[in-house]
């Protein structure tokens, strides 16, 4: 029988199963406070201004259900027949982990004994069979249980996953239940089944085959088509034992376990076991029970034994939750989503500022300061290199002549440049404006490249400090930075890199005014591995010129 109970219950789980774990919603929205009970607002209310770290607990559904299931006592009379019943359900949520449920079930069970037993003389309902006459024992009892459980949810909290598809659970309480247990003793003239009961013992009890677990089926079948399962005599009960609704009384204890497999946000197919123990040897009808008649005896052995009687019933059901502006009800949330989601991307976080380390406090930080050592109060550019505004060598803070004129230069530790006598300077200007076709600064040397590389080499680097000097000891003079290569894109982007590394090195290296340099690149008719500079006090042109082809930069 428990198979054929767990093989339904199998078969309606199939059904469902696959779409258990796809219909998953998402968590709700912690900020809402739409979701939040007037008495939980005061907790929601610091929890948005940061002077709370918990969210407060949002209203949650009730969960209404009903099943229908299989009873089964155990007690005196082992076989159960297959029978049913149903219950009707309701639960809340006090937390995440534990819930209350109250529960109403209507349960009725029958069994039938395959072994025949000798009823005590105080067993009132086998009053019309002879002393000492053997039957066997039956009954049919209805039961009404209701019941207020804890419920304990055992897989909601959550570790590396928001929600699960089932909830596994387990619960106890207390609870209250009556009975009426009747038994099938008189054929339906209202006779006993003296006869009936007496030719099955002869049958299987004297034959040799005997009232064994073997022969139960067979046995059974017999019985039940000499019976008419009316149960129409009310079985033995307690005098003392007091009575509701004109049914034997009993308070209980239940326990059981279950699983719900969630169908949608408002729906799950529940599948459960209840157990409930009672105080009472009377359920199945049969207080004391005589041993069965060995094979070959005539009669039974005499030996009576006792012990209370239990029932479970294995049910499944369907349960909806109920209730607006609510969330699921909590034991389908898991309580840290909402805290790995917030450490994911942060919502409602009050992030301090970033702090990064800054050395030498110049407000670059060590991360991109090209100069961490620089002095407090020194003026210093984007990447943290002291200011040199002259660009004679000397940086501010230690220039005691911020601004010296370049034909001033070079200039001392201070700063302080040397110039010229005042009709000196005169008539320089006025060579200057004149624009006289050369300066005296004589050939320049070439500075060359490797094959497309635009890094100077130790030698080109010695060739322009070479440059340098001359273009200091003459003030007066501007020099064209000259490169090749105008048969391609690429070409034209190597010669303006090669063009800029060089007037870059003079400007940030030697100290040379980028005023009095011309920038030229591209050009035709010149080496390409080569860079040329000349006097150029006779030409115009820009000292800096954009990438013509910024994407084939040279790395």
């Known amino acids: 029988m428990v198979r054929k109970k767990f093989k339904l219950l199998t078969a309606l789980l199939c059904l469902t199963a696959s779409g ?13 406070s739409s979701l939040i009970s007037k008495k939980n607002l005061p907790q929601h209310n610091e929890f948005l201004n940061n002077a709370y770290p918990y969210p407060a607990k949002p209203r949650n559904q009730w969960e209404l259900g009903v099943k229908v299931g299989w009873p089964a006592v155990a007690g005196d009379v082992r076989y159960q027949a297959m029978t049913g019943g149903f219950g009707v359900s309701a639960r809340k949520a006090l937390g995440y982990v534990f819930s209350i449920r109250g529960e109403y079930d209507w349960m009725r069970s029958r069994g039938l004994n395959f072994s025949p037993s000798i009823p005590t003389s105080t067993n009132s309902a086998w009053a019309a069979y002879p002393a000492g006459a053997a039957v066997f024992y039956n009954y049919r009892t209805t039961i009404q249980e209701l019941s207020v459980q804890g419920v304990v949810t055992l897989n909601n909290i959550r570790f590396h996953k928001a929600k699960t598809g089932f909830n596994v659970y387990g619960f106890g309480g207390i ?150 502006k609510s969330v699921e009800p909590l034991w ?58 002259d660009g004679d060598g000397v940086p501010d803070y230690k220039d005691k002549e911020l601004i010296t004129p370049t034909q001033c230069q070079p200039v ?37 490249f490797g094959a497309k590389s635009v890094s100077l080499s ?18 007066n003079c501007k020099v064209a930075v000259v490169g090749y290569g105008e048969s391609s894109k690429a070409a034209q982007q190597l010669s303006w890199d090669r063009v800029n590394a060089v007037i ?22 010149g080496d390409a591995s080569t860079v040329d500079l000349r006097d150029g006090s006779n030409e115009e042109g820009p000292n800096t010129v954009p990438a013509p082809h910024p994407n084939l930069r040279k790395k």
Request: proline fraction near 6%; include cysteine; aromatic fraction near 8%.
């Open 175 to 324: 609870a209250g239940m009556i009975y009426d247990t009747k038994v099938d003793a008189l054929d339906g003239n209202g006779n006993p089944y003296t006869s009936l009961f007496q030719n099955v013992i002869n049958k299987y009890g004297g034959t040799g085959g005997g009232f064994t677990y073997a022969n139960r089926k067979d046995i059974r079948k017999d019985l039940k088509a000499g019976m008419d399962k009316s149960y129409e005599t009310h079985a033995e009960t307690d005098p003392a034992q007091p009575k509701l609704f004109g049914q034997s009384f009993k308070p209980a204890l239940v326990l059981g376990a279950g699983v719900q497999f969630k169908l949608s946000k408002k729906m799950n197919l529940q599948l459960e076991d209840k157990y409930t123990i009672v105080k009472s040897d009377l359920i199945d009808g049969q207080q004391w029970q005589a041993s069965t008649i060995p094979q070959g005896a005539s009669r039974p052995a005499g030996v009576m034994t006792r012990d209370f009687d239990s029932y479970n019933f294995l049910s499944v059901g369907l349960n909806f939750n109920l209730g607006g």
């Open 20 to 32: 258990a774990f796809a219909q998953l919603g998402a968590s709700y929205d912690v900020k809402d």
């Open 458 to 475: 130790k030698d080109a680097k010695a060739v322009l400090a070479t440059v340098a000097q001359k273009m200091k000891d003459n003030a």
């Open 504 to 525: 870059n090195y003079l400007v940030e290296k030697e100290g040379i005014n980028a005023d009095r340099l011309i920038f030229k690149y591209g050009e035709g008719g």
């Open 412 to 448: 001392d530790a201070d700063g302080v440049g040397k110039c010229p006598e005042p009709d000196c300077c005169k008539e320089l200007r006025n060579n200057m404006m004149a624009k006289p076709a050369g300066c005296g600064i004589g050939e320049l040397p070439s500075v060359s």
């Open 332 to 389: 389908w949330l898991n309580p840290l989503d909402y805290a790995y989601n917030e450490i994911n991307a942060p919502r409602h976080m009050k992030l301090p500022k970033p702090v990064l380390d800054d050395a030498d406090g110049d407000g670059v930080t060590d991360q991109f300061d090209l100069e961490p050592n620089t002095p407090a109060g020194a003026p210093v550019d984007s990447h943290g290199v002291s200011k040199d505004t």
